[in-house]
């Protein structure tokens, strides 16, 4: 065997590449093996990426929204003084229900006692004052019909019993004006209701220049609840009133509290705004709920759940199964060759964690819902199923 030499040679890695003539299997076969040696191993491919899908089905989706206001009376009365006085009473209990009637407050009656009196001694007084002018006339009539006295006094007597009686009615106004005013002096309650705190204490001088606050009383049952609607949200109901044939004032109303309970007894709107406020751009509409224990009050702040009916066969997909890209929609399907594609979707009402789906998408379909950042347009995946639990591999 003849070797050429080393220092012509040319090297693979740290091995020199060697010659050898024909004949020789030894120098052939540790040829083989040195230029073996030289070959890159086979980069590793990984798996595909493992994602959780879910096949999508149709289903009948009930449909409601959610507004959100303040709860008022449908009679909020202030009590006020109509007379000045001082206030001598108050016989009621702040926070509680009163009757129609009940006396709440008393001011002090002398001063209108006595105007009592004054005006009912003047209404004495043009009393006396008219039959005296009546029993003028009758001395006087026949008088004037035998032409013993002038025609002139019997007319002056004629004309001093309309002035009498002009002047009887004038005292009769006054006195029933006084005991008006002495009336208000005991103030009662005008409605059934609620009453709140005294504005003012005993011994305090009311109703001087203006009539004074006393107290505020609301009716409790039923209760009111005000909310407004955006000008689309409320030609949105309008239309749907019209798919299920029934009407806005018909539709369930459930009172949700702040403090997460729902109200037991449902509702129903019995007003509508007659306009849009051009400023807000929003509808004032109001629901009625019954109050019977007296629980929800005035000023409390509450959502109001709107039930608008159901509709069938819809397309229903998780919020987190969505991407939105410039202001549109799109979902991650798998196909038949377990590849991964995107598709542009357009999107209904959301109902609590889902949308339902108008167009894009078709019942049998398998939508990506967990691993969307680790998929690519056409690349291969592993689709699991949500919810189940992969076989562990040995």
Same mark, same amino acid.
């Given at each position: 065997?003849?070797?050429?030499? @080393?220092?012509?040679?040319?090297?693979?890695?740290? *091995?020199?590449?060697?010659?050898?003539?024909?004949?020789?299997?030894?120098?052939?076969?540790?040829?083989?093996?040195?230029?073996?040696?030289?070959?890159?191993?086979?980069?590793?491919? #990984?798996?595909?990426?493992?994602?959780?899908?879910?096949?999508? !089905?149709?289903?009948?989706?009930?449909?409601?929204?959610?507004?959100?206001?303040?709860?008022?009376?449908?009679?909020?009365?202030?009590?006020?003084?109509?007379?000045?006085? *001082?206030?001598?009473?108050?016989? *009621?209990?702040?926070?509680?229900?009163?009757?129609?009637?009940?006396?709440?407050?008393?001011?002090?009656?002398?001063?209108?006692?006595?105007? %009592?009196?004054?005006?009912?001694?003047?209404?004495?007084?043009?009393?006396? =004052?008219?039959? !005296?002018?009546?029993?003028?006339?009758?001395?006087?009539?026949?008088?004037?019909?035998? $032409?013993?006295? #002038?025609?002139?006094?019997?007319?002056?007597?004629?004309?001093?019993?309309?002035? =009498?009686? =002009?002047?009887?009615?004038?005292?009769?106004?006054?006195?029933?004006?006084?005991?008006?005013?002495?009336?208000? /002096?005991?103030?009662?309650?005008?409605?059934?209701?609620?009453?709140?705190?005294?504005?003012?204490?005993?011994?305090?001088?009311?109703? !001087?220049?203006?009539?004074?606050? %006393?107290?505020?009383?609301?009716?409790?049952? #039923?209760? @009111?609840?005000?909310?407004?609607?955006?000008?689309?949200?409320?030609?949105?109901?309008?239309?749907?009133?019209?798919?299920?044939?029934?009407?806005?004032?018909?539709?369930?109303?459930?009172?949700?509290?702040?403090?997460?309970?729902?109200?037991?007894?449902?509702?129903?709107?019995?007003f509508i705004d007659r306009a849009v406020d051009v400023k807000t751009g929003t509808l004032r509409? $109001?629901?009625? *709920?019954p109050n019977k224990d007296k629980k929800l009050r005035p000023g409390m702040f509450a959502r109001? $759940?709107?039930?608008?009916?159901?509709?069938?066969? /819809?397309?229903?997909?998780?919020?987190?199964?969505?991407?939105?890209?410039?202001? !549109?929609?799109?979902? @991650?399907?798998?196909?038949?060759?377990?590849?991964?594609?995107?598709?542009?979707?357009?999107?209904?009402?959301?109902?609590?964690?889902?949308?339902?789906?108008?167009?894009?998408?078709?019942?049998?379909?398998?939508?990506?819902?967990?691993? %969307?950042?680790?998929?690519?347009?056409?690349?291969?995946?592993?689709?699991?199923?949500?919810?189940?639990? #992969?076989? =562990?591999?040995?």
């Amino acid at each position: 065997m003849r070797l050429l030499d @080393w220092r012509n040679t040319k090297t693979c890695g740290s *091995f020199p590449s060697v010659l050898v003539e024909k004949g020789s299997l030894a120098a052939v076969g540790f040829t083989l093996l040195l230029l073996g040696a030289c070959k890159k191993p086979e980069p590793l491919v #990984p798996p595909p990426p493992r994602v959780q899908v879910i096949e999508i !089905k149709t289903s009948n989706v009930p449909l409601s929204t959610t507004l959100i206001g303040q709860l008022d009376s449908p009679q909020n009365v202030e009590v006020r003084a109509r007379v000045e006085g *001082f206030v001598d009473k108050m016989l *009621f209990t702040e926070g509680v229900e009163v009757k129609q009637g009940d006396v709440l407050f008393e001011l002090d009656k002398k001063p209108y006692l006595e105007k %009592l009196a004054g005006a009912n001694g003047t209404l004495a007084e043009a009393r006396a =004052a008219l039959n !005296k002018s009546e029993k003028d006339v009758v001395r006087l009539k026949p008088l004037a019909e035998r $032409r013993a006295i #002038p025609q002139q006094d019997l007319d002056n007597a004629l004309a001093s019993v309309d002035v =009498a009686e =002009a002047g009887v009615a004038t005292a009769q106004a006054r006195v029933e004006s006084t005991q008006i005013d002495l009336g208000y /002096c005991t103030v009662k309650a005008p409605i059934t209701g609620l009453i709140g705190a005294q504005q003012v204490s005993i011994g305090e001088l009311v109703g !001087k220049g203006e009539p004074t606050l %006393l107290a505020t009383m609301s009716t409790l049952d #039923p209760i @009111w609840l005000y909310c407004t609607v955006s000008e689309v949200e409320y030609l949105k109901a309008e239309q749907r009133s019209k798919e299920h044939a029934k009407q806005v004032a018909t539709w369930p109303v459930t009172l949700l509290l702040s403090n997460g309970t729902e109200h037991p007894d449902q509702g129903r709107f019995v007003f509508i705004d007659r306009a849009v406020d051009v400023k807000t751009g929003t509808l004032r509409v $109001r629901a009625e *709920f019954p109050n019977k224990d007296k629980k929800l009050r005035p000023g409390m702040f509450a959502r109001a $759940r709107v039930d608008l009916g159901t509709r069938p066969d /819809c397309i229903t997909i998780p919020e987190r199964a969505l991407v939105e890209i410039q202001g !549109k929609a799109f979902v @991650w399907i798998v196909t038949k060759e377990n590849t991964a594609s995107q598709r542009p979707i357009k999107l209904g009402d959301q109902v609590g964690s889902t949308y339902i789906v108008l167009d894009g998408l078709a019942a049998g379909e398998r939508l990506i819902v967990e691993g %969307l950042q680790k998929v690519r347009e056409g690349s291969p995946i592993n689709p699991v199923t949500a919810g189940a639990t #992969p076989t =562990a591999k040995p």
